[in-house]
T-cell receptor
Framework: NAGVTQTPKFQVLKTGQSMTLQCAQD?????MSWYRQDPGMGLRLIHY???????DQGEVPNGYNVSRSTTEDFPLRLLSAAPSQTSVYFC?????????????FGSGTRLTVV | DAKTTQPNSMESNEEEPVHLPCNHS???????IHWYRQLPSQGPEYVIH???SNVNNRMASLAIAEDRKSSTLILHRATLRDAAVYYC??????????????FGTGTRLTIIP
């Protein structure tokens, strides 16, 4: 089925380790973004991209890097994991050709940093 | 960013209509009103969006006040599968690129069998 695919679904890291959360979409969406969701805080934007080769910071970018080499993929890299990065991470995408249109979200990656 | 205000929780009986309110008194002329819902352990799911006129789709209806300072998501016949957290969000169309979706804490909808 078409949509946004996130891997892995669950991950446990030790403090200081690095890892990459994968996000892929097959809808040819130009816009992709990463959010984190913490209990009682709603979703917060980490980074976003409006197309291949173009990325920018969101609300909480510190400790995370992104790149967008293809339209389909938008990986999120944790440089040196910290317990404060324990969260559920969601990738979302949308087309830019439908004014005001909605986002498609992935099912999330639950990350625990110990 | 323009903010929205929603009740923390609501209950509704199964097979009855549900009206989920949202206040957005600081909405600007270029803000679209979006609704998403999130089922347990899943990512948010797009429900509906609108700008000025009422909107209908297969999932729900969106009623927008004439002054656009409030809106109501209407589930016409609630089922147990509609139990979720519902988010009302404003998305500006004038700031493409930096179009952060500001998710608040939403309304937790409980459906009573």
């Amino acid at each position: 089925n078409a949509g946004v695919t996130q891997t892995p679904k669950f991950q446990v890291l030790k403090t200081g380790q690095s890892m990459t959360l994968q996000c892929a979409q097959d809808m040819n969406h130009e816009y992709m973004s990463w959010y984190r969701q913490d209990p009682g805080m709603g979703l917060r934007l980490i980074h976003y991209s409006v197309g291949a080769g173009i990325t920018d910071q969101g609300e909480v970018p510190n400790g995370y890097n992104v790149s967008r080499s293809t339209t389909e993929d938008f990986p999120l890299r944790l440089l040196s994991a910290a317990p404060s990065q324990t969260s559920v991470y969601f990738c979302a995408s949308r087309t830019t050709y439908r004014e005001g249109g909605g986002y498609t979200f992935g099912s999330g990656t639950r990350l625990t940093v110990v | 960013d323009a903010k929205t205000t929603q009740p923390n929780s609501m209950e509704s009986n199964e097979e009855e209509p549900v009206h989920l309110p949202c206040n957005h008194s600081t909405i600007s002329g270029t803000d679209y009103i979006h609704w998403y819902r999130q089922l347990p352990s899943q990512g948010p799911e797009y429900v509906i969006h609108g700008l000025t006129s009422n909107v209908n789709n297969r999932m729900a209806s969106l009623a927008i006040a004439e002054d656009r300072k409030s809106s109501t998501l209407i589930l016409h016949r609630a089922t147990l599968r509609d139990a979720a957290v519902y988010y009302c969000i404003l998305r500006s169309s004038s700031n493409f690129g930096n179009e952060k979706l500001t998710f608040g804490t939403g309304t937790r909808l409980t459906i009573i069998p």
